[in-house]
């Protein structure tokens, strides 16, 4: 980060020296000489023949940028790296969380099926039950009358005994 940081400020004061250094140039044509042919030879960003400082000068400005340049794709290249990381993490996470779904969903099936099963079986027999009940009125209704003749018989057994 401190390279960076570095890097930066040399950029800035380098920038800044070649911007003063164009404003001289271009406030002494203005002083000396108002004729733009002449102005546009002297810049020397323009002219084909520049002096061996100003091309060092260029190179200079050239490597910073080039340094910048790669400290910025490290930096995303990092970014790019980390993001890669979280996503898989993400990922792997999400396959987890959908494979607890899963088996806490296929146990929840087992038992739904489960009870439904024992549930049936329940509403079979009471059905059969149900149709077995059905012939019982008849043999209530007889076993009623066999205790009214029961109850008669006894009461006239009891008549019978008492006599003597």
């Keep these: 980060m401190e390279s960076k940081e570095a890097t930066s400020s040399e950029t800035l004061d380098h920038n800044h020296q070649i911007c003063q250094e164009q404003d001289e140039d271009h406030h ?15 810049d ?3 002219s084909s023949t520049s002096s061996p400082i100003n091309q060092k000068e260029i190179l200079r400005a050239v490597e910073v940028v080039e ?4 400290a910025i794709a490290d930096s995303f290249s990092s970014l790019f790296a980390s993001l890669r990381i979280a996503l898989s993490e993400v990922s792997s996470r ?9 088996d806490a969903a296929g146990r929840l ?3 739904a099926l489960d009870t439904a099963t024992k549930g049936n079986l329940y509403i079979n027999s009471c059905l059969r039950l149900n ?11 007889q076993l009623k009358v066999l205790r009214r003749n029961v109850d008669a018989l006894d009461t006239a057994v009891n008549s019978l005994v008492r006599l003597p």
């Design 94 to 102: 999400s396959v987890d969380h959908v494979q607890c779904f899963s």
């Design 44 to 46: 020397p960003l323009l």
């Design 28 to 42: 002494h044509s203005l002083d000396g000489n108002s004729d733009t042919s002449i102005r546009e030879t002297e």
């Design 67 to 70: 340094r910048d340049s790669l």
């Design 131 to 141: 149709e077995e009940m059905r012939g019982i009125d008849n043999l209530a209704m």
């Design 109 to 111: 099936q087992e038992s």
